[in-house]
Every structure is written in structure tokens, then in C-alpha cells.
């Protein structure tokens, strides 16, 4: 198996995140200030120069709502997590009721298993 190399983290990360930030109509300084961090490195992490402390990612996730999987699954090779991460990459481009709809229809199969 090959070992994923940190510059390949910092350049899908980063574009990830710059495309969440645009998304959310924030620019850099604006993310900066939420963040609390500064301007410079939120640049190096969105060019993929820089590598990202665990509290800073959490706090990416949550101000831009990030979903985790979107950040890790072009990275996983385990074929037992595929089907997860098919499903979550479904669930990405669900509205918010449709999800909310499935979570109940989940309830039920495990319920009833």
C-alpha cells in the first residue's frame, strides 16, 4: 500500500477549503478573523502550502459546514469503506429534508434488525 504524502493533504484540503470559503461568500480576511488566525496562513493552507493544525480544522468544518468525508475520502483505499463513503457522497448533494428523511428510514432498517 502506498503512504499518502502530506503535500497531497495540503493541496486537496486546501482547494477544499477555498471552495467552501467562496461558497459561504467569505472572503479570506473574513475567515481569517473567524478562525482567529491570519491572513497569511489561511492563504498558505488554501495554495497547499501549509499543513493544518487539528483545532483549525475542526474550526474550518464547523464555521463553513465541511462534511469530514469530504475532506478524507479521496484518500481512503480500504474497500470495506467505500459503500460509506458512496452513501456520504450521495448525502453531500441531498437537501437538508431529504436527509432528514433518510435518517428516519435508517431508524427503521436498524430498528427492525
Known amino acids: 500500500m502506498s503512504s499518502v504524502l502530506k503535500s497531497d493533504i495540503n493541496n486537496v484540503f486546501g482547494k477544499i477549503f477555498k471552495d467552501y470559503r467562496t461558497k459561504n ?6 475567515l481569517a478573523e473567524k478562525l482567529d488566525i491570519s491572513l497569511k496562513y489561511i492563504s498558505s493552507i488554501e495554495n497547499g502550502n501549509s499543513g493544518i493544525k487539528i483545532q483549525t480544522l475542526i474550526n474550518y468544518i ?3 459546514g465541511i462534511p469530514p468525508n469530504m475532506l478524507f475520502s479521496s484518500f481512503i483505499t480500504n474497500n470495506s469503506l467505500k459503500p460509506q463513503i458512496e452513501l456520504s457522497d450521495k448525502l453531500n448533494l441531498m ?6 428523511l433518510l435518517n428516519g428510514i435508517a431508524d427503521l432498517l436498524i430498528n427492525h434488525n
Request: net charge negative; no cysteine; aromatic share 0%.
Open 62 to 64: 464547523n464555521i463553513l
Open 95 to 100: 437537501s437538508q429534508e431529504d436527509i432528514i
Open 25 to 30: 461568500g467569505l472572503t479570506q480576511e473574513q
